[in-house]
């Protein structure tokens, strides 16, 4: 009986690029946030889009949070 025995293909996993965006906090615990996780730093990766709410993260990975588009309380969009 023969075998045959496939050859491990190491294949690069292509990393797909991550949408970012920069924000302003406009709200004092925002500000504080701001200072504190992110280290003063406005770019954000995009991780999901539902609806009117942007689910985000701080470019240096500390802070996780939500955000409306057009009416948060807490945070801008910048252009």
Do not use: G
């Amino acid at each position: 009986m023969t075998c045959s025995v496939l050859s491990e293909n190491k294949l690069e996993k292509s990393k797909a690029k991550r949408k970012i965006i920069a924000v302003d906090p406009i709200s004092e615990i925002a500000q504080e946030r701001f200072e504190f996780y992110m280290d003063s730093l406005h770019s954000c990766y995009i991780d999901d889009e539902i609806n009117e709410n942007l689910y985000l993260t701080s470019v240096n990975k500390k802070y996780k949070f939500v955000m409306n588009k057009k009416n948060d309380k807490n945070w801008k969009l910048v252009k």
